[in-house]
């Protein structure tokens, strides 16, 4: 089982759909990320999350550390947010942090 | 504030040949991670620098795989030979110190190898 789930694979919605993709993790963390990369793109940070909730525009991540459960939200879906969605955990160890990637939620949004 | 700065973009070698990679990384990170992405997976770590140490590079394929990063800014990756399956993309990404809570991930456009 890997260390980092995230729930869908593949995600296709309507515009203006409200868009929700999970990330379940088994391990100890300092922070999780959210990262964004498009199609042939590089790799965007979305968020940093160690507890709580985060908005950034139509963007919204919470994170239970409890429960080992992240969430990403968007708001009013727009062809533009097709992508590549990645969650990364950040698990310390020693002076090392290290960064443990899911293998992603392809969104599809249609116009 | 400059982003990670990677070359080539784009490299197609044959298998057997050899290939290099260059990063530079946000002024002041001082760490430094080059992770490989297989078309359709997650990235997967290749190796990470604390300044100019070495602190993780377990899953790099020492045999064929190099990397360094002297004076604890810049970076090269080498692939000597290359095989087929090394035909991924090659992202470097930066954070301020190890990663820990308060810092920024940020990552390279990435470097994208095609063996023939």
């Known amino acids: 089982k890997n260390e980092v789930e995230q729930s869908p694979q593949n995600l296709t919605a309507q515009e203006g759909e409200f868009i929700t993709i999970n990330c379940s993790y088994s391990?100890?963390?300092?922070?999780l990320h959210w990262l964004q990369q498009h199609p042939g793109g590089g790799i965007v940070s979305l968020f940093m999350l160690s507890s709580g909730k985060k908005k950034h525009g139509r963007l919204i991540a919470t994170i239970n550390i409890q429960e080992k459960h992240s969430s990403l939200h968007i708001t009013a879906s727009h062809p533009r947010d097709s992508a590549v969605y990645i969650c990364?955990?950040?698990?310390?160890?020693?002076?090392?942090?290290?960064?443990?990637f899911g293998k992603g939620t392809l969104l599809t949004v249609n116009p | 504030e400059a982003g990670v700065a990677q070359s080539p973009r784009y490299k197609i070698i044959e298998k057997r040949q050899s290939v290099a990679f260059w990063c530079n990384p946000i002024s002041g990170h001082a760490t430094l991670y080059w992770y490989q992405q297989i078309l359709g997976q997650g990235p997967k770590l290749l190796i990470q620098?604390?300044?100019?140490?070495?602190?993780?590079d377990s899953q790099l394929p020492k045999d064929r795989f190099s990397a360094e990063r002297l004076k604890g800014v810049d970076s090269t990756l080498k692939i000597q030979p290359a095989k087929l399956e090394d035909s991924a993309v090659y992202l470097c990404a930066s954070s301020l110190l190890g990663g820990s809570g308060a810092n920024v991930l940020t990552f390279g456009a990435g470097s994208r190898l095609t063996v023939l």
């Open positions: 990364a955990v950040l698990r310390p160890g020693g002076s090392n942090y290290k960064l443990t």
């Open positions: 391990v100890g963390i300092s922070a």
């Open positions: 620098f604390q300044n100019n140490g070495v602190v993780d």
